[in-house]
């Protein structure tokens, strides 16, 4: 069977979200969101290209920081409307420098930082 982006469930705006996990650890690294182009993108050329909302613009992860995301495997849940992609990632995941953007747990009803910067 063929796969074609456009038989994803988007939401309103065009938008499925889509989680990146490291393909050697398993480790979540972030959740963004992808519109059916930037899937074919991805697909088509292995590098982790994501929607921005803030930009309204096409994202290609590391292409100004140099962070980026090499497309390992690529999966849909069975819903058809969440993408998890596993990649390897060169340098941190999150844009605060933080190698994954869970760095914040909620523990006894408050927010702890799991790590800082570079971590």
């Known amino acids: 069977m063929t796969f074609d982006p456009a038989g994803l469930k988007y939401d309103a705006n065009g938008l499925i979200p889509a989680i990146a996990q490291e393909a050697a ?5 972030m959740l963004a969101w992808m519109n ?3 899937v074919a993108r991805t697909l088509e050329t292995g590098r982790v290209t994501y929607w921005s909302r ?13 962070h980026t995301q090499e497309l390992v495997e690529f999966r849909v849940d ?7 992609m596993k990649v ?3 340098g941190p995941a999150c844009h605060t420098n933080r190698r994954v953007c869970f760095y914040t747990a909620v523990e006894d009803g408050a927010e702890v930082e799991l790590m800082g910067p570079e971590t």
Do not use: Y
């Open 36 to 38: 059916a182009d930037a």
């Open 54 to 66: 803030s930009r309204q613009a096409f994202w290609v992860k590391g292409e100004s920081s140099g």
């Open 25 to 29: 650890t398993g480790e979540v690294l």
């Open 88 to 90: 390897r990632q060169t």
């Open 78 to 84: 069975c819903d058809r409307d969440t993408i998890l």
